[in-house]
C-alpha cells in the first residue's frame, strides 16, 4: 500500500525559513504534490514534483528525491498568512489518478 | 466565479436518513474527484470520474455510497442509511487531464446526529 509522513506541528516566527518533510511509501510512484489549507478552507495546489531536484515558485520551494523515497516543502519569508495545513500528496500505480494525502503539517507563524 | 462549487455547505442530518451533495467542477475540467476529510487528517479518495464514466472506486468505499455524474458536468454523492461515522468533510475537486494540479471546492460538512 502506500504511505506518508509527515511531522505534524511546525512553529516559526516571520520572516523565517522552514522546511517541511514528507517521506512516502508506494509501489509506483509517478510525482509529490503540496497542497495548502487554511482553516475552514478547501485545498489549494502549491507545487507538483515528477523528478528529482527543486521547483521553485516565488516564495515556496518543493524538492524530491525519488532514490531517498523524500521530499520538502522550503517556505520562505514566512508571513502571519502562510499559518495553514500543508499536505503532501502522491500519485502512485496502485492509486491510479486519485491523490493520496498524507496527514499534514499545521505549521503556526507568530509575529 | 469560475471555480468548484458545492452545495449544501453545511447538512445535518439524523442517523438512517439518506443525503445527497452536489459538486459543480470547473467547466472544461473532464476529470472530477470526491473526497472525504476527517478533523486532522487529509483527504481521503473516494471515487473519480472522467466526464461520465466512473473510473476509480475506493475499496474503503461502503456500498451505502455512490456517485453519479450523468451529463460529464456535475456530480452527486449519495450516502444512504447515513451512521454517525459518516460525519466529516466532503470534498469534491476537479482537474483537466494529464496534470496533479487538482482544484478543490469548499466542501460539504456533514453532521451525523
Known amino acids: 500500500g502506500q504511505s506518508l509522513e509527515q511531522p505534524s506541528e511546525v512553529t516559526a516566527v516571520e520572516g523565517a525559513i522552514v522546511q517541511i518533510n514528507c517521506t512516502y511509501q508506494t509501489s509506483g510512484f509517478y510525482g509529490l504534490s503540496w497542497y495548502q489549507q487554511h482553516d475552514g478552507g478547501a485545498p489549494t495546489f502549491l507545487s507538483y514534483?515528477?523528478?528529482?531536484g527543486l521547483e521553485e515558485t516565488g516564495r515556496f520551494s518543493s524538492f524530491l528525491s525519488r532514490s531517498d523515497s523524500y521530499g520538502y516543502l522550503l517556505l520562505q519569508e514566512l508571513q502571519m498568512k502562510d499559518s495553514a495545513s500543508y499536505f503532501c500528496a502522491v500519485r502512485d500505480r496502485q492509486a491510479g489518478t486519485a491523490l493520496i494525502f498524507g496527514k499534514g503539517t499545521t505549521l503556526s507563524v507568530s509575529s | 466565479d469560475t471555480g468548484v462549487s458545492q452545495d449544501p455547505r453545511h447538512k445535518i442530518t439524523k442517523r438512517g436518513q439518506n443525503v445527497t451533495f452536489r459538486c459543480d467542477p470547473i467547466?472544461?475540467?473532464?476529470?472530477l474527484y470526491w473526497y472525504r476529510q476527517t478533523l486532522g487528517q487529509g483527504p481521503e479518495f473516494l471515487t473519480y470520474?472522467?466526464?461520465?464514466?466512473?473510473?476509480?472506486k475506493s475499496r474503503l468505499l461502503s456500498d451505502r455510497f455512490s456517485a453519479e455524474r450523468p451529463k460529464g458536468s456535475f456530480s452527486t454523492l449519495e450516502i444512504q442509511r447515513t451512521e454517525q461515522g459518516d460525519s466529516a468533510m466532503y470534498l469534491c475537486a476537479s482537474s483537466l487531464p494529464g496534470t496533479d494540479e487538482q482544484y478543490f471546492g469548499p466542501g460539504t460538512r456533514l453532521t451525523v446526529t
Open positions: 467547466s472544461e475540467h473532464n476529470r
Open positions: 514534483n515528477a523528478l528529482d
Open positions: 470520474f472522467q466526464n461520465e464514466a466512473q473510473l476509480e
